[in-house]
């Protein structure tokens, strides 16, 4: 029997022509799935969109659009047993990269298709669905500044533009983390409480490994005394987080906890899976294995080595023996 299900596909995410992308979609997807197509909007979010979905009794979701769309329509699913279909058409795709989950649109679709999927923990921020991070002060900046405009016409560069612009304007505040067993004060200009992320998130790569499914968040505390210091904390954060190591560095702290709770002096605005949610106090709760997504299990893993095409190119393999 054909399987039901609901594509909520955001119009603008990304840089992509949307008309293609959906024409390219449900050519693949309808020949296996009695597909229902919704719109996003300005005012229908894809959370209200997947809530129908689901009251309509669809055995699949799937959001099509960047990170702020995936999130969201997650949060309908939370605790369900109906799946969900990631395709991945944002300008960021952290929640794709983290997950090692396919970026291409074809390959996304044959994911999707093929059935297998995976249980992994997700959280709430203030009530809001989480499955990436919720970040404080210099994230929450930098992605505020990096508006839809910027997105269109700089893409990913948008986000280190911005940043760059940020650092200048680096400002500390004083935080006070509440976690499972732990109060702690302490003065910071980024803190960031991650479920997933990828390792271009750099702001949250205090711990080795972020892992999805373990029950537990993972939160950073970067506190650099000036810019010098923030361009190498985030340096030693990407250049560890690329190594699989954690960070190193007096002033970033790492920890883990089921539930962190963060007042800072003053109120610093919040960043929720790429969208600025209002201001700090927040509350961000682990629910472990709480949402079911579509992912291949066995996915080729990207070549570590390409040459091929470089002008000029000799290459000479060495006799491992030689002395
Ligand atoms: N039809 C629409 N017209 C205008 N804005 C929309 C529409 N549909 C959704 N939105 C807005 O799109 C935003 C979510 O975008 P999304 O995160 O999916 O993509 P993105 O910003 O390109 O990608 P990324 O999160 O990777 O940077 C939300 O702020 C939402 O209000």
Do not use: W
């Not at 609901?6 to 997807?29: E, T, W």
């Not at 996915?299 to 006799?319: M, S």
Request: negative net charge; hydrophobic residues 40%.
């Amino acid at each position: 029997m054909t399987r039901s299900a609901c594509l909520i596909f955001n119009p603008v995410a990304g840089q992509g022509d949307p008309q293609q992308q959906l024409d390219v979609i449900r050519s693949i997807l309808e020949s296996e799935l009695e597909l229902d197509v919704c719109l996003t909007s300005e005012e229908i979010t894809p959370e209200q969109l997947a809530k129908a979905a689901i009251d309509r009794g669809v055995e699949m979701v799937i959001a099509s659009g960047g990170d702020g769309t995936i999130s969201q329509a997650a949060g309908a699913l939370i605790g369900t047993k109906t799946p969900l279909g990631i395709i991945s058409t944002g300008t960021a795709n952290a929640f794709a990269n983290a997950l090692n989950l396919p970026t291409n649109l074809e390959e996304a679709c044959r994911a999707i298709l093929n059935g297998e999927t995976r249980t992994l923990d997700v959280a709430y921020c203030n009530q809001k669905p989480m499955l990436l991070l919720a970040g404080i002060g210099f994230e929450a900046e930098t992605v505020e500044l990096a508006d839809r405009e910027a997105k269109n016409n700089l893409g990913i560069f948008a986000y280190v533009v911005s940043g760059l612009k940020q650092l200048r304007n680096l400002k500390h505040f004083d935080a006070t983390i509440e976690t499972d067993d732990k109060e702690i004060k302490v003065s910071a200009a980024a803190i960031t409480v991650a479920n997933v992320a990828p390792p271009t998130s750099v702001l949250a790569q205090g711990p080795a490994g972020i892992i999805a499914d373990d029950g537990l968040l993972n939160v950073t505390i970067i506190s650099p005394r000036n810019l010098v210091g923030a361009i190498a904390a985030a340096y030693n954060l990407l250049h560890t987080a690329l190594q699989g190591n954690p960070a190193e560095r007096d002033d970033i702290g790492y920890l883990r906890s089921k539930r962190v709770v963060i007042a800072t002096d003053p109120p610093q605005k919040i960043v929720l899976d790429g969208e600025i949610i209002g201001k700090t106090p927040i509350e961000v709760e682990c629910v472990p294995q709480g949402l079911i997504i579509f992912a291949p299990t066995t996915r080729e893993q990207p070549p570590d080595e390409k040459l091929e095409n470089l002008p000029n190119l000799e290459v000479k393999v060495k006799d491992k023996d030689a002395p």
